[in-house]
């Protein structure tokens, strides 16, 4: 690390980090005594959170499987034949998994519940629910992750083995060939659903009511942590549950880490093929998947517009925007939707003013030191990695215990909700930078300083333009994260007056009663946010280099 | 005039040691050698991309070892045409000065300041690269193996060219090339290192 300004993004970065976390951890173990076993068996012997830990694997397993099988068959068809409109098409299929997870959950719970296919009643659809939901959030990741390697590998290497013997049979190609140069990506992208899954929030809150995981564990009685005398057990339950899942995280990331390396050395470095073949056959999953995308999501904005009627025990319906009306004017919230947008556009920006620049410089220094061959480079590298193995709702009662410790009046700051939004995105700043700061030609450089430009003009003259793909991919995705981030923000917004716009559509959904403009009042906050991430979505998609086959 | 004394760099294995070289204002000289022999490194040592293990390098008398790249007052052309893609021809040229179509005349590039890097053919990408470097009006030009991707009739042309430009400008210049042809077309005097 050569300059100040580096030393200070890993200093700066080590505090947000760190501070809080071992600040909350402090307060746990004093207020909950240092008793490990009773910790873990609390998890047990509590009403609260019995059967969570097998429930988190079971439908994290189950979802992950779901998301390979239909991801899969998805990715073959794109990355192997050729179709007229492709891009938009994978910017379809892709979508699901930058919309947040309230959306989601208002989508399938629209399609699924009494307005709907009417299969809520049924207490043994919701298990399956959350699979298909969880499948449809994360069959971007195995898109992503496989589809570029299905495309860009170059036909030789297909060619030449058809005249081998090993080649000569579907079978062959596959053992051969494919199987071999897919394994680690599928992995990769398994890898990661199983944590997205694994720690899923709204989803679970929404889609499986009766049913505990971790995550909501933490969740339910984390407000009522770290108070002594009050509630011990919730301590005991916390600690447990952060363990559990940062352990699971950990080996998870480890294994994605080194499936990801495995991965790179496979991936071809061949341009997209220009030579395929259509496959008319293929719409028969292509279809599918593409209604499958996007049937959550016109279920969300069409029922804001669709107004239950119950007339003599009749439910009937028309159509109307009094949920729009009710949404925007806050009538049934402490916020409208105006004033929780402006929240969320707030702690949006501030988030991008500091997890950017930092983000920037972390990756920035990461490079540099793994050009000079040092061992930081990869310790650096993970650490900046650490809060995936957080997840949304432990950062957030992190902060908020953490807060508690140093000072309880600091709880009711304005701008608390920000500090858990930089701890999750700047890891995805690091992640979507330090590949195009690897990827860039070093020749680039040393030829402006040869032409004698100072440090600040090949700054602004070389390096910004020539990164500013990966930078505007940075930009929009901070953007999107921290609009619908809901985890975090349920647990440290302590003010109906600082909703968040995700907090607000919670809020909305949690009424209690029979009202024939609840749901559409709380469809129409989530199809606001939904237009909002769609519109960065589709932003961040112009930028993005052909063939990149990150999740990111 | 450049002057090296006691040049020393080695990495795994030594590169070169207690290298002398002097050369005089507007002659030029190429290096050959055979590949991995230190030739690349060179350069790079005399116009500071890279740091010496020992020796002394002055220009025009003034001792530049320890002085940073960018104010050397050295250029380089690099085997593979280093061309901003988010700047065009002029773009390019107006890194190192302003009178761009003048300097694109010099290298038989007139009226090409709008047009793309990438709609470049290796040769013109050569040239480019050339006209920006003397438009920098280095005390010394280095050549990299910039010929060495080009078809051969190309590369002979080019060669001829760059030769004219430098001899006119009297620039100082070193061309680092393992073809012999090459060296003895473009320099004054041949160097070989083993």
Known sequence: MKNIGDKLSVLIFSSIILIPLFLALDRLVWVAGFDPVRWFSSIEANHLSQGSVGFTFLQAILSTIATIAIGLPIAWQLGRYKWRGTGLMRAVLTMPFVIPSIIAAMGFLAFVGPHGMGLRADQDTHLWTLIIAHAWFNMALVIRFTEPVLSTLDRDLEDQLRLLPGGKTFWGKLKNLWIPLLTPSIAAAACMTFIFSFTSFALVRWITPLESTLETVLADVGERAGILGYEEYTNDLVLASSLIQFTVMLASLWLMSWLQEKRQSLLPQASENSNLKPNPRGLLILVPGLFFALAPLVTVAWSSFRIPVREQGELTYHWGVEGWIEAWSGGYSNTGVGDALLNSLGYAGITLIVALPLGWSLAKTIHELELSKSKWARILDVFTMLPFAFSAVMIGLGVLLGILKLDGELNSLWLLPVLPHIMLTTPFVVRIMLPAFRGLDPSYDEGARILGLSHRARFWKIKLPLLRGPLLVAITFTLAMSLGEFGASWVVARSGEWDTLPVLIDSLRSRTGWDPLIQPTAAAAATTLMLITLLLFLTVERFRPKGEGGMF | ?194
Not at chain 2, 65 to 90: A, N, W
């Open chain 2, 1 to 194: 005039m450049l002057k090296c004394s006691g040049l020393t760099k080695a990495y795994s294995k030594m590169l070169f040691e207690n290298l002398d070289l002097e050369l005089g204002a507007g002659e030029i000289a190429a290096i050959t050698g055979p590949s991995g022999c230190g030739k690349t490194t060179l350069l790079r040592c005399i116009c500071g991309l890279e740091e010496l293990d020992s020796g002394e390098i002055t220009l025009n008398g003034e001792d530049i070892t320890s002085v940073r790249t960018e104010d050397r007052g050295v250029g380089l052309i690099f085997q593979k045409p280093v061309l901003y893609p988010h700047l065009d021809v002029g773009g390019n040229l107006r890194l190192a000065g302003e009178n761009i179509e003048k300097a694109l005349s010099e290298v038989g590039l007139e009226g090409f300041a709008t047009r793309s890097i990438a709609s470049l053919s290796g040769g013109e990408g050569q040239r480019v690269a050339l006209a920006r470097a003397l438009l920098a009006r280095p005390k010394i030009l280095l050549l990299d193996e910039p010929f060495s991707s080009l078809d051969h009739e190309l590369s002979l042309r080019l060669v001829e060219d760059v030769r004219t430009v430098l001899k006119q400008r009297n620039c100082s210049a070193i061309l680092v090339t393992h073809n012999r042809e090459e060296a003895a077309k473009f320099a004054d005097i041949i160097l070989e290192i083993f």
